[in-house]
Every structure is written in structure tokens, then in C-alpha cells.
């Protein structure tokens, strides 16, 4: 069992950066695709950004540019640095580990982009 937590979440002006990162325990994450999600009030969750073990990176259109997502396999984190970010970057960013047919989530950090 996977357990992972997301923490960097927070208040940022429109423009502004933040880092987020996922700290997993209970196994080590290095074989797993690692993905960041997020959730606006009102909306479905939609995919942000994935790395896989042999670190391709995906990311959705609307954060392509802005976003970068890595991961730290001695530290089994996974971090999504987000720039120039927008109001309609407002959601709860969950973080979700994936190994063949398992799956696991995170509780999500809350990232509040206003003036």
C-alpha cells in the first residue's frame, strides 16, 4: 500500500509560481506512473501532468509551458512546479500514483491563484 501526501499548496498572485510536492511512503514509487490532477469547484478532476518510470512527461494542454513535473526517486517524490499562473489554476491538486492495475491518491492541497 501506497500512501501518498501533497504539501506547497497555497495562496499565489495571478503570475506568481508554486511547487508542489508528493511524498510517498509505504513503498517505493520509482516503477510507478506518477500524475498530478486537479479539481476546480463545480468541475470534474482532469489530468495535469504525468511522468512515468522512465521519466516521459505529459502534460495537459492548458498547462503546457507553465508546468514542469519531476521526480526524486531517492526521495520517492514527485514535484509539479507551476509558473505563470492563472486564476482558472484555482483547484485542489491531488497527486496519484499508478502500477498496472493499482492506483492510489493523495488528499490534494488547495492552490488559490487571486489578486
Known amino acids: 500500500q501506497v500512501q501518498l501526501v501533497e504539501s506547497g499548496g497555497g495562496l499565489v498572485q495571478p503570475g506568481g509560481s508554486l511547487r508542489l510536492s508528493c511524498t510517498a511512503s509505504?513503498?517505493?514509487?520509482?516503477?510507478?506512473?506518477m500524475n498530478w490532477y486537479r479539481q476546480a469547484p463545480g468541475k470534474q478532476r482532469e489530468f495535469v501532468a504525468a511522468?512515468?518510470?522512465?521519466?516521459?512527461?505529459i502534460y495537459a494542454n492548458s498547462v503546457k509551458g507553465r508546468f514542469t513535473i519531476s521526480r526524486d526517486n531517492a526521495k520517492n517524490t514527485v514535484t509539479l512546479q507551476m509558473g505563470s499562473l492563472k486564476p482558472e489554476d484555482t483547484a485542489v491538486y491531488y497527486c496519484?500514483?499508478?502500477?498496472?492495475?493499482?492506483?492510489?491518491w493523495g488528499q490534494g492541497t488547495q492552490v488559490t491563484v487571486s489578486s
Open positions: 509505504g513503498s517505493a514509487i520509482s516503477t510507478y506512473v
Open positions: 496519484n500514483g499508478v502500477l498496472r492495475d493499482l492506483g492510489f
Open positions: 511522468i512515468t518510470s522512465g521519466r516521459t512527461t
